[in-house]
């Protein structure tokens, strides 16, 4: 189920490796195994994923990439899993973050600071007062973004492997009740 899952809804890799934009990236994007469906390759993607989701602005994506590449983890998947991360979860996720960095970073407190506001009319200067904002918070959210971002990648990690492997064990076990419901006569 977890390959049917992800084969439903991934593009193919010859599709992907056809545009014109990866043909540019050449033999990068060839390893069988950025394209492979494993467990080992999706949950490391799922970490990626996770992890880079928190990198600010619009990097994320890039840093999922430039990290799935070399770690040979499934690169659709990383890329899919950034988009956790969007203008409705950022700021609850990077508060978080701050609040993980104070755990961190005990005696640290950053000034008190105005929450931000999205202006969609103006997405450059919100993103510029996002960027304000952010160093307003200092070096809790400094310390805290890779800190929550890499506890976030080690328990999608885990959660993938277990929820993968589970799901094996219970196809393993419903054909093996198949089989012997097959053999009674």
């Known amino acids: 189920m977890p390959r049917k ?4 809804y991934l593009p193919h ?3 992907v490796r056809a545009s014109r934009i990866v043909r540019a990236f050449g033999g990068w994007l060839d390893h069988p195994n950025l394209w492979h469906l494993n467990r ?3 949950a490391g993607a799922v970490a990626i994923g996770l992890f880079a989701g928190l990198v600010p602005g619009p990097l994320q994506m890039l840093a999922a990439l430039l990290l799935a590449v070399p770690l040979r983890r499934n690169l659709p998947v990383a890329l899919l899993v950034t988009f956790y991360t969007n203008p409705f979860t950022i700021v609850p996720l990077y508060l978080l973050a701050y609040a993980y960095g104070r755990v961190i970073l ?3 407190q950053a000034a008190r600071i105005e929450p931000f506001h999205m202006d969609w009319g103006n997405i450059g200067a919100s993103m510029e007062a996002l960027g304000a904002w952010m160093m307003g918070l200092g070096k809790p959210l400094l310390i805290g973004i890779p800190a929550l971002g890499l506890t976030f990648a080690v328990l999608g990690y885990f959660i ?3 929820a993968w ?3 094996v064990v219970l196809a393993w076990r419903a054909r093996k009740r198949r089989r012997q419901k097959a053999r009674a006569p």
């Open 13 to 15: 890799p010859e599709r």
């Open 160 to 162: 993938v492997e277990l």
């Open 5 to 8: 899952f992800f084969r439903k």
């Open 106 to 108: 005990p005696g640290e």
């Open 165 to 167: 492997r589970a799901h």
């Open 40 to 42: 080992r390759s999706v």
